[in-house]
Nanobody
């Protein structure tokens, strides 16, 4: 089993910055990617940013240029730097880790709240 623990989040004003971190522990092997997703009230969970072990990134269009994802593969951590925050970034942010094994294994954190006030 793999456990994901998220850190950071909280309250920020529009235009401000926050940072999220996620640490994975447990029986980690064949990791393919780590990343962040979010779910706002009344909306579906959506991808925010992901990064594969090889460094390939994928960002939601709404956060490109404002958010930056980074990883430390040796420490199994992933960080999301969020700048120029907007009220619409308010959501519960989840860390995800998935593997290249077959079948693919998928793990999620408990979520950390980000609230951006206008």
């Amino acid at each position: 089993q793999v456990q994901l623990v998220e850190f950071g989040g909280g309250l920020a004003q529009a235009g401000g910055s926050l940072s999220l971190s996620c640490a994975a522990s447990g029986n980690i092997y064949n990791t393919n990617g780590m990343g962040w997703y979010r779910k706002a009230p009344g909306k579906e969970r959506e991808l925010v940013a992901t990064m594969t072990t090889g460094g390939i990134t994928n960002y939601a269009a709404s956060v490109k240029g404002r958010f930056t994802i980074s990883r430390d593969n040796a420490k199994n951590t992933v960080t999301l730097q969020m700048k120029s925050l907007r009220p619409e970034d308010t959501a519960l942010y989840y860390c995800r880790l998935w593997t290249i094994s077959v079948p693919q294994e998928d793990y999620w954190g408990q979520g950390t709240q980000v609230t951006v006030s206008s």
